[in-house]
């Protein structure tokens, strides 16, 4: 069965500190790999989409990772901020159709406090 | 910053009645989707279109149905709305040819419904 896990379920940190969100799936055929980020109240935003050949890449102080071997992502932020408090959400996408179907985690909740 | 727009934000309506929630979207995109998403759980798939004329069941059933008239608008119908219904509806889009798979999607800020 397709699925994407993430962990933790919610993180708090403080502001200033560095943090990995983590992803699993069993995705297959994998086609690629996305990070979303939405605020409360507000659609998603995507951060990264990441294919099979690559296995890092940044977007300013979040930067994702993906081992398409062991079919797992992290997502690290760097000296975080007040305005990162938010759920990250990781995708997954086959390529088993046309539309390229997408597999959605439950997210990761954020907060970073003052 | 993705141009994808959705009307109402909120909306509390009775039981019984006819809801249509809007979706435009301004960047010239061809597949647009509708979401169902709950508190603290995942995104799930309710519509999709290709194009205009085009439009597909997604993976959770819904009671709802869409039609794709024009490229940028693909609203949503709820012809008798329950309590069940009650949920946030996000719409997305993406475009750009060859791989469209590896576009990403455009999200709307959504409509939180609730019918009592």
């Known amino acids: 069965k397709n699925q994407v896990e993430q962990s933790p379920q919610s993180l708090i940190i403080l502001e200033g500190k560095n943090c990995t969100l983590q992803?699993?799936?069993?995705?297959?055929?994998?086609?690629?790999l996305r990070w979303y980020k939405q605020d409360t109240g507000r659609g998603p935003v995507s951060l990264t989409i990441?294919?099979?050949?690559?296995n890092t890449k940044s977007n300013g102080r979040y930067t994702a990772t993906l081992d398409a071997d062991t079919k797992q992502s992290s997502l690290h932020i760097t000296a975080s901020q007040l305005s990162d408090s938010a759920s990250y959400i990781c995708?997954?996408?086959?390529?088993?159709?046309?539309?390229?179907?997408?597999?959605f985690g439950r997210g990761t909740q954020l907060t970073v406090w003052p | 910053e993705a141009d994808i727009y959705q009307t109402p934000r909120y909306l509390v309506i009775g039981t019984g009645k006819k809801i249509t929630l809007e979706c435009s979207q301004t960047?010239?995109?061809?597949?647009m989707y509708w979401y169902q998403q709950d508190p603290g759980m995942e995104l799930h798939l309710i519509h999709y279109?290709?194009?205009?004329?085009?439009?597909e069941k997604g993976d959770l059933s819904s009671e709802s149905t869409v039609s794709r008239i024009r490229t940028e608008h693909f609203p949503l119908t709820l012809e008798s709305a329950r309590p069940s219904h009650t949920s946030q509806y996000l719409c997305?889009?993406?475009?750009?040819?060859?791989?469209?798979?590896?576009?990403?999607?455009?999200f709307g800020d959504g409509t939180r419904l609730s019918i009592l």
């Open positions: 995708v997954v996408s086959d390529r088993g159709s046309t539309l390229g179907r997408l597999y």
């Open positions: 279109s290709y194009g205009v004329n085009s439009t």
């Open positions: 960047m010239g995109h061809d597949k």
């Open positions: 997305a889009s993406s475009g750009g040819s060859g791989d469209g798979n590896n576009q990403p999607q455009h």
């Open positions: 992803c699993n799936y069993t995705v297959s055929p994998f086609s690629n």
């Open positions: 990441m294919t099979f050949s690559e």
